[in-house]
């Protein structure tokens, strides 16, 4: 049985965590050898060879055919003139029918690779959407959370299975995001009933952010609380929290909209709690922590941060959901780009001639820098997932530090890319019928999500520091004269020396820190070890690109590959040149030559970067829905329905009449459930 069951989808193995393919075996090699032999040369070979080394290769079918045809669905597309609340209930209906297409969600839950690549693929749906965030919500924060504890077994999660009920994760609060192991709601152990009593004891400490409205259908939260015994703080643990049922919030639940947020339209709360009574069962314990029938804690784990990073464990697979949205993302927006630097003609040199924006270097220069990235994410996207689902407990550390250091890393590109991409596509981008407007805030949000990329590059930064030995690049005899910039393996040591560099120098500046002081000796280094973190991460986006370079048999496919693996590795030296020179890891030839470089490899493949996006294998009914890449009839015929006065009612706040439904439903469901307020309306806010 697989995991995931669509129609006309081939039943596939339902394998829950297939081990990486670091690899090739020999049979392996020799069947796909045959196959790419016998197509060799042709471009539909090179294609499928693209696509088989950035989609899992021979697990391809498992892991993304059953989404990508999911988002091929005619329901999957942009509709417009929705109001907030109605964007919001979209994704919770898009989100049962994923579900309903899911043959074991648990399973779905369980598997990190198969979580992730949900999440390439749903990013693409309304330019991120809210589809991709109450996915990640319910399958892996809620659900996951619920299944790495104990007592599974005797818990009955048809609900949450079914979809009678939608997950939610409520940890982030007012006053604590990033300190979140300081939060202040608390959940006390009543001795005589065996009950715990949930409360938001400041106004700083009300949840801030989850979706937790009615709007939906109803909703049940895994609450992160301080364990209170005895007046005795015990750490913060996760409690099953009902919120919602059909009729609305349940007793003692009180949520306020926040204001509308472009990227990800979510029903987006500030939540508190009135003293609500829950059952002993809804504590999640495991051997962070056990309350026995005295009101006794038994933990294996020394201190209460320990505790809470153990209940909140589920991050790390979210950082590689966020990671693997950025990436579906920011191949989605490139296709775009390119589909309409290919369409768009402009007025060429000659009197009366016409030339696609692709003609141009300034304009397919900068997709294809951006191209050269994206493969870069791709593969190191793949890399920290093998990673992840292949550690034994003692490799823990270094996996986690792994999967946080490529979200950063791969987040942040994809806010460039898309950005970019917006850019190429001039006004028509704005639109967010044609793919690409939503794309670059949606970004934003997996930036922030699972844990700012700052914050956990700074704490990898002082891991790096503290515990892991430095990294060396491979010696040579050859003289810096002799080496080349064509040479990847040269190009890969300048970025491990690079790396060296700022480690060096940020190990300097701590020694000559304040003594006393662990703050200023961290201020005067956090900076040279955040540039140390950011060339190790593309470092690591590197060594994934050379393998899956030294993996391609298709000898078109790989000569394109190392080309982009070039360009890719030139870019990312190209702001690193003065401290490398300075260092004497490369000479002035060197950093003479990089332009032009850079500009050979360019137009070495510019005429192949159509086939280089094809091989994305993104569907083509999700492009051919998109206005802009079918020249101005289409986009013009995607506004005759609207009414001169549309602007003053349906696009900004919907027509009269729902505006007039609007408020009689605010009038009935009083402030506690009140509809989301517009862009433009400030009184939560104001409230809070």
């Not at 001639?353 to 994410?377: E, F, K």
């Not at 662990?518 to 190790?536: F, I, Y």
């Amino acid at each position: 049985m697989s995991l995931v069951t669509l129609h006309d989808v081939p039943a596939v193995p339902t394998g829950l965590l297939q081990p990486p393919r670091t690899a090739l075996s020999p049979e392996v090699v020799e069947r796909r050898t045959s196959s790419a032999l016998a197509r060799i040369g042709t471009p539909s070979a090179t294609t499928e060879e693209l696509r088989h080394l950035l989609l899992d290769g021979s697990d391809r079918e498992r892991v993304h055919t059953p989404w990508r045809t999911l988002v091929a669905a005619p329901a999957y597309r942009h509709r417009d003139g929705l109001t907030p609340t109605e964007r919001a209930a979209l994704a919770y209906e898009r989100l049962r029918e994923v579900n309903s297409l899911v043959a074991d969600p648990e399973g779905l839950a369980r598997d990190p690779r198969l979580l992730a690549s949900l999440h390439e693929w749903a990013a693409i749906v309304d330019g991120g959407g809210g589809l991709c965030t109450v996915a990640s919500i319910h399958y892996n924060l809620f659900l996951g959370s619920l299944l790495d504890h104990e007592g599974t077994e005797e818990r009955d999660l048809s609900d949450f299975t079914s979809m009678r009920r939608t997950g939610t994760f409520l940890c982030t609060e007012l006053e604590h995001g990033n300190d979140a192991s300081a939060l202040e709601t608390v959940a006390e152990y009543d001795h005589d009933s065996g009950d715990f009593v949930l409360h938001t004891p400041t106004a700083g400490a009300q949840k801030f952010m989850p979706n937790t409205s009615p709007v939906g259908g109803p909703k049940t939260a895994l609450v992160a609380a301080r364990l209170v015994v005895d007046g005795r703080d015990e750490g913060v643990f996760l409690f099953l929290t009902p919120l919602s049922d059909e009729r609305g919030m349940l007793p003692g639940v009180h949520v306020r909209p926040l204001p509308y947020r472009s990227g990800a339209p979510v029903d987006h709360c500030l939540t508190r709690f009135d003293h609500v009574r829950l059952s002993r069962e809804a504590l999640l314990e495991a051997e962070h922590g056990r309350l026995d029938e005295r009101g006794r804690l038994d933990s294996a784990l020394g201190n209460r941060r320990k505790r809470f990073l153990h209940s909140i464990g589920r991050v790390t697979a979210g950082k590689l959901c966020m990671s693997g949205a950025a990436v579906g993302a920011s191949r989605a927006a490139l296709a775009i780009a390119v589909r309409y630097a290919q369409h768009r003609h402009i007025s060429g040199a000659r009197s009366g001639q016409r030339v696609p924006l692709q003609a141009h270097r300034s304009h397919h220069g900068r997709l294809l820098n951006s191209l050269a990235t994206v493969y870069a994410m791709t593969f190191a996207h793949r890399a920290a997932v093998n990673r992840w689902c292949a550690h034994d407990p003692a490799e823990r550390e270094d996996a986690e530090r792994q999967v946080a250091v490529m979200k950063g890393w791969i987040t942040w590109q994809a806010r460039a890319i898309t950005t970019e991409c917006r850019e190429r596509c001039g006004a028509q981008g704005l639109f967010s019928a044609n793919g690409l407007a939503e794309f670059p805030q949606y970004t934003e949000g997996t930036i922030t999500a699972e844990g700012d990329n700052l914050v956990i590059w700074l704490k990898a930064a002082s891991e790096m520091l503290f515990r892991s030995p430095a990294g060396t690049s491979e010696g040579s005899d050859i003289p810096l004269a002799e080496r080349s910039l064509t040479d990847l393996r040269f190009l890969r040591g300048l970025l491990a020396d690079a790396e060296q560099v700022w480690r060096t120098r940020a190990s300097a500046a701590l020694r000559r820190g304040p003594a006393g002081d662990p703050l200023g000796r961290w201020n005067g280094a956090s900076e040279a070890a955040l540039e140390m973190v950011g060339a190790h991460a593309a470092g690591r986006a590197a060594d994934a690109f050379l393998e899956a370079v030294e993996h391609a048999l298709d000898p078109t496919a790989r000569g394109l590959l190392e080309r982009l693996c070039r360009l890719f590795l030139l870019h990312q030296l190209a702001g690193r040149t003065g401290d490398l020179l300075a260092e004497g890891r490369m000479i002035a030839q060197h950093v003479c030559a990089l332009s032009e470089e850079t500009d050979t490899v360019t137009a070495e493949l510019a005429p192949h970067l159509s086939s280089l996006v094809d091989a994305f294998d993104l569907p083509e009914e999700y492009l051919d829905a998109l206005p802009m890449l079918h020249g101005a009839a289409p986009l013009a015929a995607a506004c005759s329905d609207r009414a001169p006065g549309a602007f003053a009612t349906g696009v900004a706040h919907g027509d009269g009449t729902r505006s007039r439904a609007r408020s009689a439903a605010a009038r009935r469901t009083g402030p506690d459930v009140c509809e989301q307020p517009s862009a433009t309306d400030t009184s939560v806010m104001s409230w809070i």
